[in-house]
T-cell receptor, first 115, second 110 residues
Framework: DGGITQSPKYLFRKEGQNVTLSCEQN?????MYWYRQDPGQGLRLIYY???????QKGDIAEGYSVSREKKESFPLTVTSAQKNPTAFYLC??????????????FGNGTRLTVT | KQEVTQIPAALSVPEGENLVLNCSFT??????LQWFRQDPGKGLTSLLL?????REQTSGRLNASLDKSSGRSTLYIAASQPGDSATYLC?????????FGTGTSLTVIP
């Protein structure tokens, strides 16, 4: 079955440590996205990539980094510079960018807790 | 910048009732509008995508309508069931981003 796999489901880290969240898709989608979801707030875009080896900052990129070395993979690193990293992180993909007019698909998320 | 609003934030209905969820957006230059369902602690599941040129789209007990000129969409759920309890979000792609509402949390009471 095609889909998006995020791992791990739960992640616990101490303050000051970097942590990497995995996102893999087998939908052959060109575009991939990382969102952050906090209670009572809408999804906020962290980074997106419309093609391999290229990515763009979203609205809240500070303290995060990404790479897109393979079409199917878009890992997100939460660095120690992120002031409030505890949140639910969602990875998504679509066939092309927003103007491509194709549905957005989501993984099941990673809940990160930093203490 | 596109702003997406969903009202009400929460809704509780008895089983079997028909209901309507609302989504409004400020910029009508959208490519489509997508409705999602999110269960607690899970990702978003796509329910319906309605193209900007369409007026409505149906899937089973769900019917989504779109009035682009007025910046509104509705999601109609017929004969609600307890399994429909979830948060429903709408999303609109505008420019090079997707913009999301904060969702309506629906509880269907048996």
């Amino acid at each position: 079955d095609g889909g998006i796999t995020q791992s791990p489901k739960y992640l616990f880290r101490k303050e000051g440590q970097n942590v990497t969240l995995s996102c893999e898709q087998n939908l052959n989608h060109d575009a991939m996205y990382w969102y952050r979801q906090d209670p009572g707030q809408g999804l906020r875009l962290i980074y997106y990539s419309q093609i391999v080896n290229d990515f763009q900052k979203g609205d809240i990129a500070e303290g995060y980094s990404v790479s897109r070395e393979k079409k199917e993979s878009f890992p997100l690193t939460v660095t120690s510079a992120q002031k409030n990293p505890t949140a639910f992180y969602l990875c998504a993909s679509s066939m092309g960018g927003p103007a491509f007019n194709s549905p957005l698909h989501f993984g099941n998320g990673t809940r990160l807790t930093v203490t | 910048k596109q702003e997406v609003t969903q009202i009400p934030a929460a809704l509780s209905v008895p089983e079997g009732e028909n209901l309507v969820l609302n989504c409004s957006f400020t910029d009508s230059a959208i490519y489509n509008l997508q409705w999602f369902r999110q269960d607690p602690g899970k990702g978003l599941t796509s329910l319906l995508l309605i193209q900007s040129s369409q007026r409505e789209q149906t899937s089973g007990r769900l019917n989504a309508s779109l009035d682009k000129s007025s910046g509104r969409s509705t999601l109609y759920i017929a004969a609600s069931q307890p399994g429909d309890s979830a948060t429903y979000l709408c999303a609109v792609p505008t420019g090079n981003q997707f913009y999301f509402g904060t969702g309506t949390s629906l509880t269907v009471i048996p």
